[in-house]
């Protein structure tokens, strides 16, 4: 044939051509995309279509991994060795164990009780989350035979102890500082202190000796002491992959040991941990009770926390810890009382931090964390109803199935600027809550549904001198009445589902 053909054929051959490269194409698109399809499936990797979501997205769609049974229950109490007695030591925490019997919790969270480093040390006592010997426990607490037998006094009284466990830095006169590499270092190979906080030094989770060693710790404390769990300090500053791989190690030795994320973070509550900080909740109640926010934002935030985190999350209450100032400070003693009264009824796990069920106001944080400031214990003398409030309100919950796993839903007011309601619901009961976050009276109504006869509500007795609502009060909701910063809480009882 000549080279020299009629365009006409030209034209037919470059075309054939061309739909010969588009036919190969897209046979090798398809090679490609089986291939990585295959490639997915056997690695339990996303698929393309998958890859496209929003990761938050992903996040917020899975499921919770399961956490302890006994957590339904759950009241968490947490302790600072150093400030919770005069004595500042084990023996100090475990005189008043009866005492925290009685009010009602059930869950002791202790704060680190490891040494605490001196190089470049905060205060005069120094940070207790600047460990130097994971290993140790501080002299001025006692001995490892009196943490043993503090662990088996709350044992005995029906209690879980959780410690304070410290994944992300050392001090820096750490007996660690003899494998520098652990550490994380600047471009100059200079040991770095992380997120600011110039009395401790970072540890490098890149490497896997120092992987190692942190599992090997933990698993150290939970079978030498049989714990029920730890709470873990800046738990998201850590690769949550660590979380995740260490999970399976504590639970294959306890099944039902409890690992709590300090931190607000969707990721660390998909396979990591059982439990992690209601910051966010924390910060509304700040932005209500100390800016006058209208209380609706606590609707709106719990919304906001349920798109966000993996199916079946859960959250610790908190409206005071030893990171705040206290909360008889923040919001006075009436507005720290209606900060908790939803702490205990708001869906998720109330705390307390060791004080506030006497009216303490003895500052928390730091410069107080730093030092031995004492919890002042003799706050009770003057705020008389305060423990009797605590103690009716750990009882209600106690005994409640709506408060402790209810659903919840809220209910319109006449004065949703500054009243929160609504209801927390079983098959057998029914509990409606009204809390004023304001310092304004309110005399108004709230929407409860006519199925519920209102002559079928009965008022919880809180004993609060505080609440000038008496407990005997003639109920006549939906007509409702709550002074300043006041609480009321109804419950109905259905005897056909018992």
Known sequence: MSRFQPLSIRLRTVTGRAEQIRSVSTTLRALCLAALLLSALSAGRATPAQAQDDPSEVIAKAEAPSSPAWLDDAVIYEIFTRSFSPEGNFHGITARLDALQKL????????????????????????????????????????????????????????????????????????????PEFYQHDKSGKIISPHGWND??????????????????????????????????????VPTDFWEQLRPKLKGIRPDVLLLAEASKP????????LDYGWPLLATLNRVIEQGQPATSIQEDIAEQVKKFPVGTRHMLVSDDHDERR??????????????????????????????????????????????????????????????????????????????????????????????????????????????????????SVEVNSETGAATWQQVPLDQSLDKNKPNEVNALPALSLDAFNVRIFRHLDPSAR
């Not at 010997?133 to 029906?158: C, N, S, V």
């Not at 060693?213 to 730890?230: A, E, K, P, R």
């Not at 990721?267 to 059982?274: K, V, Y």
Request: contains cysteine.
């Open 200 to 237: 401790v030094a970072g540890l490098d989770y890149a490497n896997p000796a120092l992987r190692q060693y942190m599992n090997d710790m933990f698993v150290y404390w939970l079978q030498t002491f049989h714990l029920d769990g730890f709470r873990c300090d800046a738990a998201s500053f």
């Open 104 to 179: 009602g919790v059930n869950v002791l969270w202790i704060m680190p009780v490891s040494p605490t480093g001196t190089d470049r040390r905060l205060g005069r006592l120094g940070s207790p989350y600047s460990l130097r010997d994971y290993y140790a426990i501080d002299p001025a607490y006692g001995t490892k035979a009196d943490f043993t037998a503090l662990i088996e006094a709350a044992h005995q009284r029906h209690m879980r102890v959780v410690l304070d466990m410290v994944a992300d830095h050392t001090s820096w006169d750490s007996v660690m500082m003899k494998h």
């Open 267 to 274: 990721e660390l509550m998909r396979s990591a941990f059982d």
């Open 327 to 444: 909360a008889t400070v923040r919001y006075g003693i009436h507005g720290a009382l209606a900060a908790s009264a939803l702490v205990f009824t708001l869906p998720g796990v109330p705390m307390l931090y060791s004080g506030m069920e006497v009216g303490d106001a003895t500052e928390s944080g730091g410069p107080e964390l730093f030092d031995k400031v004492d919890v002042d214990w003799s706050a009770a003398a003057e705020f008389r109803n305060v423990p009797r409030f605590y103690q009716a309100l750990l009882a209600l919950r106690a005994s409640s199935p709506a408060l402790r796993q209810g659903s919840l839903t809220w209910l319109h007011n006449s004065d949703e600027q500054h009243v929160v309601t609504f209801l927390r619901s079983t098959a057998g009961e029914t509990v409606l809550v009204a809390v004023n976050l304001s310092n304004t009276p309110f005399r108004g």
